[in-house]
């Protein structure tokens, strides 16, 4: 405040130092991944019609996760590991895609969950080769970390990188957000409806696509945020994209805040973020899942 | 509400799927204003011709053609404000209000970054009271019946404010209170709003309740179209679905039942 204001600051330089390089970048970094992650989740599940689909079962996250890796492994500047991540999650989307529209005549979901699945093993296995290949002493120790998901490291240079393409992607997803609500109809039906699918398809994926590396290349991966929080906010609100985004922006950055703050002072020991939010989101999805009156789809 | 119906007509079309040709040389066409009600059997391609009709698919060869106009290279949206579709099933799983589906019908009325206006909402709630399931608008769509489920399409349809209202089997899985129901909505429509209607049905006898003409696919090609009492006969139901059937006139043959001979003798 008093660095807005010019005001003389009532905190010691070191205080300053710590409020305004570490925990404000932190604060921000966190809001904007989970931000981001809820609202590519959101965005996915509505593209593809399955409120069960995330950047993680996509194989979105694991592609972003081995471009990044990539990325550190050839100690790239933190803008090309981002660019990296980014085609990453990209060439993850699209195969993945690919794979579910050419196999044909079987339930579309379960090709397009399971080609997921698969397609993201491989950058899986992509990523583990790369580890295996990694500088024991430098890099190796920097991938494992980073692949556990943590914002420890968040600082001002990276939100300069991450909250231009998240703003980026939110605006492009709340444009569209009354033809992505058509397009849960089924392409056939929204391009009866006057959608052109197929251009408005890949903005979306794009958008989506843009937000979750960019939201990877910071934080690592930091899974079941982008399936619980849209699913949450689904079963809360309905499916509107018009209120779904912003809750799902809302509740994503207040949880992934909530749960970094967790994991930053339970224990004497820094907890990795991405284990944390596995170890929350698996029961409250299960629960979801079992109790939840209102289904989110039929 | 009352809409401009269109022309609509097809010229020696010719269609299916990649590597399979379904139906070949098909022309008719309709004129504005008026219901055609098209039957074959199934796998008879009623489906697919109403597809490439729409634009869904490309046709093999042939044009279909609006006020004498070629479809052929016509937009999405363009296409969505001349047809109206409701197809065999619709709707999507997401569990969206009647009100908010029927409102997708408006999609064609906005640019690709806007919401619906209070005009367009009018537009929608139009559209429901026409169809009169205005106490469904804020029930969940996937929690209403079939024959409601059909009402909403028909409403998102007529929201479109289409000239030419293309519906797939509307009356199919539906019991026999919501087929009437659906089929006297359709009628009440097509006279109504004054709009052009392309509808199939698995049900000849449907087609003395709300067409002007009827058109029989068979063997891939047009059999026979023209008015139902002149179309609907035992020969045509012989070649078209393999079965003997008598067409017997009631009510001083103000409509005509289809009963099977197997059922007679």
């Given at each position: ?298 | ?17 990649p590597g399979h040709v379904v139906g070949r040389h098909i022309s008719f066409s309709i004129d504005a204003g008026e219901v055609l009600c098209v039957l074959g059997r199934n796998g008879e391609g009623k489906s697919t011709l109403f597809r490439t009709i729409l634009g869904l698919l490309p046709a093999y060869a042939g044009a279909v053609r609006v006020d004498g106009g070629l479809t052929t290279g016509w937009s999405a949206r363009r296409r969505a404000l001349t047809f109206g579709y409701v197809p065999q099933t619709g709707g999507g799983g997401f569990p969206f209000t009647v009100a908010e589906l029927v409102l997708m019908g408006r999609t064609a009325h906005r640019g690709p970054f806007s919401a619906p206006s209070i005009a367009d909402r009018r537009a929608a709630d139009q559209a429901i009271a026409t ?135």
């Open positions: 405040m008093a660095k807005v204001t010019g005001a003389a600051s009532p905190l010691s330089g070191p205080a300053e130092a710590v409020i305004l390089q570490i925990r404000v970048p932190r604060i921000l970094a966190a809001t904007a991944v989970g931000a981001a992650l809820a609202a590519s989740g959101a965005a996915y599940q509505s593209l593809f019609r399955n409120p069960l689909v995330s950047p993680d079962i996509l194989g979105v996250s694991a592609g972003a996760a081995f471009g990044a890796v990539v990325g550190i492994f050839l100690s790239l500047p933190v803008l090309a590991i981002e660019v990296a991540s980014f085609a990453g999650g990209l060439a993850a989307v699209i195969i993945v895609y690919t794979i579910a529209t050419a196999i044909r005549g079987r339930d579309a979901v379960l090709v397009l969950v399971l080609a997921g699945v698969v397609i993201g093993a491989l950058f899986g296995a992509g990523v583990g080769l790369l580890k295996y290949l990694a500088d024991p002493y430098n890099q190796l120790p920097a991938i494992t970390f980073w692949l556990l998901g943590s914002l420890a490291a968040a600082n001002l240079r990276d939100l300069t990188s991450l909250l231009p393409a998240v703003a980026i992607g939110l605006v492009l997803l709340a444009l569209l957000r009354w033809r992505i609500d058509v397009m849960t109809l089924g392409d056939e039906e929204a391009t009866a409806l006057g959608v052109s699918t197929r251009s408005l398809r890949i903005v979306v994926i794009a958008a989506a696509t843009l937000m979750t590396s960019a939201a990877v290349a910071v934080s690592g991966i930091i899974g079941w945020v982008g399936l619980v929080v849209p699913h949450l906010a689904r079963l809360l609100i309905g499916p509107a994209f018009t209120k779904l985004l912003p809750v799902s922006v809302l509740f994503g950055a207040g949880y992934l805040l909530a749960v970094d703050t967790v994991a930053r002072t339970l224990g004497s020991v820094e907890l990795p973020l991405g284990v944390l939010t596995a170890a929350l989101g698996t029961p409250l999805f299960l629960w979801l899942l079992a109790f939840s009156r209102r289904p989110a789809w039929s | 509400m009352v809409l401009t119906a269109a022309r609509l007509a097809t010229e020696d079309l010719s269609y299916g799927y169809m009169g399931i205005s106490h469904l608008a804020q029930r969940e769509w996937v929690r209403v019946s079939g024959g409601e489920r059909q009402l909403a399409l028909l409403a998102r349809a007529l929201a479109q404010e289409p000239r030419i209202l293309v519906l797939d089997e509307p009356t199919a899985s539906l019991d026999f209170g919501n087929q009437v129901r659906v089929l006297d909505a359709i009628r009440s429509v097509a006279e109504t709003c004054g709009l052009t209607v392309l509808l199939s049905t698995h049900h000849p006898e449907q087609a003395f309740a709300c067409a002007d003409r009827v058109a029989v696919l068979a063997g891939g090609e047009l059999l026979h179209i023209g008015p139902p009492a002149e179309v609907i006969t035992s020969e045509t139901l012989r070649t078209c679905y393999a079965v003997e059937v008598a067409v017997l006139p009631v009510a001083d043959d103000r409509y005509r039942v289809c009963v099977p001979q197997s059922y007679l003798s």
